[in-house]
């Protein structure tokens, strides 16, 4: 049975309503039966109406209605389309033809916009049903691929870091049984030694109980003589045995830094897909990534020096022991009188202040200057630094500013009132860290600045108390690889050390015995790669080096009496020390 023809209900006439369907006007869209055929035509003769089987309705394809005349709905007026007008891209009918409002437009036949439309759109869905479809059915199993690749691949690396963890806990275990043993090993011997006196003191008081025993005989004796026969060596016992000193080792576990227990390296993933979400970077130092850890050398490696002449120093032959005292690289004459500061523009240039108001740059490999900057007050500047952007940065404490020289120009960037500032440094952010005094020499702090704002400010601890000393002494300041904020407070004669936040973390004073065993006397203050924190000990010819927690670990010795002042750090770790009474500036080779 036809689909088509086929209902559960019988369809009626549309005229006659009672007859069986069997006729269909394409035109007019209406169902007949063949008896009211003939009705229909006769009813309207303007259309060209087109009778069909019923089975066969929707062959004649429909003309759109004339979209100007749909409120003029009397079947005179019920016009349909047979032309289209281009230049409006509307179908229009013979009424809109006939009138003016097309005239001039280029038309054509409906019937011929509606193939062309029609191939187009054949185009178009074999495009999609051949090539694009098949290509998202592509995209979407290599996404379904590569997510199972991602699974089983991050299932991999966690499996492999769970193994690794396995291990660490073996050799863990081992160090730990080992620690176990010494201890016991430890005990055991104090024990053993302990049992040993105390079997000689249990002899000894039986030895005195029998000389007890021995002297109530005499005394109960009746005999005088047996007195005199009492021996001679009772004495020995009012010495009693010495009292041994048992020093139980205490266990003080070194706090592991997660770049000592292990190290990962970071992927840096590059997606095609533009996805922010797909990528990971590497963070960056001000952000805390781990350096290469390098140890303290222990023998030194002395290189020609540089002279005042320019004579190119010979090349540094490659150390490849571990160095006990620093290696003195390279020594340049400067020229001043008397040198206070040096600061690292570059591996190869660096930045001097001395007893004189202008500050030279010099070439390390060269040993000449490459140029010099006068402040425009005319007076000393008290401290030089070197901005992220390779500014020279200095202060000057009798004009109250803190300046900053721009391709040659000096420009104020911070005037105080009642302040005058010391030393200065550019934190890892951009920010500058200045440390001051009150006009009164009475307070002491340290300023933040963005800029020229004003953005944070340390004076105190938690207690209320100072946390630098007062007085118009040195002090000199740097920032840490881990954001701490130190300072060389010479009017304290401490290093004074807090974090990020400005709560204080330590304060070093010094160790005993120094290079020269005098009172410690710190000037200028730098950091490395590793987090150390050096200052120079005028008093001692010598540079301090702690760890970031406070910790001493070594001095570096200067030349003697050369009363060691700024000191700074290049990329590479080596350290520059400006040295007042020669006016030398040395580079040192501490670390691997």
Not at 206 to 213: G, L, P, R, V, Y
Not at 374 to 380: E, F, Y
Not at 551 to 561: A, G, S, T
């Amino acid at each position: 049975m036809d689909p088509r023809t086929s209902a559960q209900d019988m369809m009626q006439c549309a005229l006659c309503e009672t007859a069986v369907v069997q006729m269909h006007c394409d035109t007019c869209l209406v169902n007949l039966c063949k008896a009211c055929v003939g009705e229909h035509f006769s009813a309207d003769l303007s259309k060209p109406h087109k009778i069909v089987h019923f089975k066969d309705k929707k062959s004649t394809l429909i003309h759109p209605r004339c979209t100007s005349h749909e409120e003029e709905t009397c079947d005179v007026y019920e016009e349909t389309c047979e032309m289209f007008c281009t230049h409006c891209d509307v179908p229009i009918c013979t009424i809109c033809l006939a009138s003016d409002q097309h005239l001039g437009h280029k038309l054509a036949r409906i019937l011929e916009i509606r193939d062309e439309k029609r191939d187009n759109l054949i185009k178009k869905q074999t495009e999609l049903k051949e090539k694009i479809y098949p290509n998202y059915q592509d995209i979407a199993s290599d996404v379904q691929i590569r997510m199972s690749q991602l699974q089983k691949e991050y299932g991999d690396l966690s499996t492999f870091i769970t193994k690794h963890g396995e291990e660490w806990h073996r050799e863990i275990d081992k160090l730990v049984q080992k620690l176990k043993a010494e201890v016991d090993e430890m005990k055991n011997t104090q024990l053993q030694t302990l049992q040993k006196q105390l079997d000689e003191i249990n002899k000894t008081m039986s030895d005195i109980k029998d000389e007890i025993n021995s002297v109530d005989s005499v005394l109960e004796s009746t005999d005088i003589s047996s007195l005199f026969s009492v021996p001679s060596t009772l004495d020995r016992y009012t010495n009693l045995p010495r009292k041994i000193t048992i020093s139980i080792p205490k266990f003080i576990p070194k706090k592991l830094q997660a770049d000592q227990l292990f190290s990962l390296e970071t992927i840096l993933l590059k997606s095609d897909e533009h996805d922010d979400s797909m990528k990971t970077t590497e963070k960056s130092p001000e952000a805390g990534s781990s350096p290469p850890v390098k140890q303290l050398l222990d023998e030194p490696e002395t290189v020609t020096a540089i002279s005042t002449e320019y004579e190119k120093a010979e090349s540094s032959p490659p150390v490849k022991q571990l160095l006990d005292e620093p290696e003195t690289v390279t020594t340049i004459h400067i020229g001043y009188r008397e040198l206070y500061r040096v600061a690292c523009l570059s591996d190869e240039e660096i930045w001097t202040r001395g007893k004189s108001n202008t500050m030279k740059l010099y070439s390390i490999n060269q040993g000449s200057e490459l140029n010099s900057i006068t402040t425009k007050s005319g007076n000393n500047p008290t401290d030089i630094a070197v901005t992220k952007s390779g500014d020279l940065v200095f202060t000057d404490r009798d004009d109250r500013t803190v300046n900053i020289v721009k391709n040659e120009k000096i420009e104020e960037v911070i005037r105080l009132q009642n302040w005058r500032p010391w030393g200065v440094c550019s934190t890892s952010s951009g920010d500058l860290l200045v440390i001051m005094d009150s006009d009164d020499y009475k307070q002491t702090k340290v300023v933040r600045y963005s800029g020229s704002t004003e953005k944070q400010t340390i004076q105190f601890d938690d207690k209320g108390n100072p946390l630098y000393s007062s007085g118009g002494y040195d002090r000199y300041i740097t920032e840490n690889r881990n954001l701490d904020i130190c300072v060389s407070d010479n009017g304290a004669r401490t290093v004074v050390v807090v974090n990020q936040a400005g709560k204080l973390r330590f304060r070093y004073t010094g160790y005993t015995p120094a290079a020269k065993n005098q009172p410690f006397n710190l000037r200028g203050i730098t950091t490395d790669s590793q987090s150390h924190i050096l200052t120079a000990d005028d008093n001692n010819d010598c540079v301090h080096i702690i760890d970031k927690d406070g910790q001493f670990l070594r001095y570096i010795d200067c030349e003697v009496w050369s009363e060691p002042q700024g000191l700074c750090t290049d990329t590479n770790d080596n350290l520059f020390v400006a040295q007042q009474l020669n006016s030398q500036v040395m580079k040192i080779k501490y670390l691997q």
